[in-house]
């Protein structure tokens, strides 16, 4: 079986399915497929394998790219050992360190929406309130999504990444439905004058915008953010949201993360966060100190207990100065030495069962 004919087999499963990912798919084949159309798959072995990661990373190909690629070759390997076709060689591991922890804080958020165009403008301002995926949800968002009766967009099943659908009402939150409506009175300015119907929430004089990556380094470079990319805005939501002390689960809900673990890699500490909290623990500790500083009350009971006669010249207890006695065998009482000397003074023989302390 040669190589083309397994790659087939993934190709045919992401196609049955409906996979969103086919086009990545099938730009990572493309590399294999130079360096291993011309092989039979069971000449493709562990060694080979190893020679094509080293390969890619000479040609300075990141190392998370290199990783997908092997991914998809196994997955094609796996499904036509499924179908009886050819057996999985052993894959090579390759570690990848690539998680981005990048945030926006509001001043730069502002300082780069200043330097973005118009049309773009609404779109960074719509990711940072909310924490929506820019590509596939925000840049495709249609008027009949958004229902300004009920203050609520919607998401439709299939449309996110998870496929699961999502609303958010935007009514709550003063800055949206400010945002929308604005972007909803330029859009029917925009119908009259051109006489076509315009669906989509955000677009450039009428077309929808694909991508904004050339404005968007430049705004960037601008502000002094060079290193920023839209997706931070993800992470910058989470955050908020986190800081807000919004339950998790409702966060998740919003920003449309289906598995709190990855929820939880988005949640950035930020410099500022780690003050608040070492500046909380200070406080704590600053409190301690005060109180340890405080001088004792003189109407505060002492903890323990010695001997002494009552009103009817028999025995009782009274609080006496911390660790001048102990408890007797019997656990009927403490006694001390110097209330000893004064229930000898009373013209009274001392009971059997107490017991003299050192």
């Known amino acids: 079986m040669s190589f083309l004919n397994t790659t087939s087999y993934i190709e045919q499963e992401y196609q049955a399915n409906g996979r969103k990912s086919l086009h990545r798919m099938q730009t990572a084949l493309k590399p294999l497929r130079l360096t291993f159309g011309t092989f039979l798959a069971r000449d493709i072995t562990f060694d080979s394998l190893n020679g094509y990661v080293a390969e890619r990373l000479a040609e300075q190909i990141a190392p998370a790219s290199i990783r997908y690629e092997l991914c998809i070759l196994r997955r094609a390997f796996r499904l036509a050992q499924r179908a009886g076709k050819a057996i999985c060689p052993p894959f090579p591991t390759l570690s990848v360190h690539n998680t981005r922890t990048g945030f926006f804080e509001r001043e730069d958020f502002e300082a780069v929406h200043a330097h973005l165009p118009a049309d773009l403008q609404p779109i960074v301002t719509f990711a940072y309130l909310t924490g929506w995926r820019t590509r596939n949800e925000i840049l495709t968002l249609h008027w009949r999504q958004v229902d300004f009766g009920a203050g609520i967009v919607r998401l439709e099943p299939g449309t996110t990444k998870n496929d699961e659908a999502r609303v958010l009402p ?10 929308l409506r604005r972007q909803w009175n330029a859009t029917m300015d925009l119908q009259v004058e051109t006489g076509c119907i315009i669906p989509w929430v955000f677009h450039r004089r009428g077309k929808p915008i694909k991508d904004f ?18 997706h931070d805005f993800r992470r910058t939501a989470v955050r908020n949201l986190e800081r807000a002390g919004v339950p998790r689960a ?68 009274q609080p006496i100065e911390n660790g001048a006695g102990g408890r007797d065998r019997t656990g009927m009482g403490l006694f001390s030495p110097r209330d000893f000397k004064s229930l000898a003074s009373a013209n009274f023989a001392t009971p059997a069962w107490v017991r003299i302390l050192p």
């Not at 990556?213 to 839209?230: D, E």
Request: a positive charge; charged letters at 25%; glycine letters at 8%.
């Open 170 to 179: 935007f009514a709550v939150l003063p800055e949206l439905p400010d945002l």
């Open 250 to 317: 409702v966060a998740m809900k919003i920003t449309g993360h289906k598995t709190e673990a990855v929820y939880r890699r988005y949640a950035i500490v930020s410099e500022a966060d780690l003050s608040d909290g070492l500046k909380k623990l200070a406080r704590l500790h600053s409190a301690e100190r005060t109180q340890r500083q405080k001088p004792s009350s003189a109407t505060e009971q002492p903890q323990f207990q010695g001997v002494t006669l009552n009103q009817g010249g028999r025995l009782g207890t």
């Open 213 to 230: 990556y050339g404005a968007w380094a430049l705004a960037c470079k601008k502000a002094g953010v060079p290193q920023r990319i839209p």
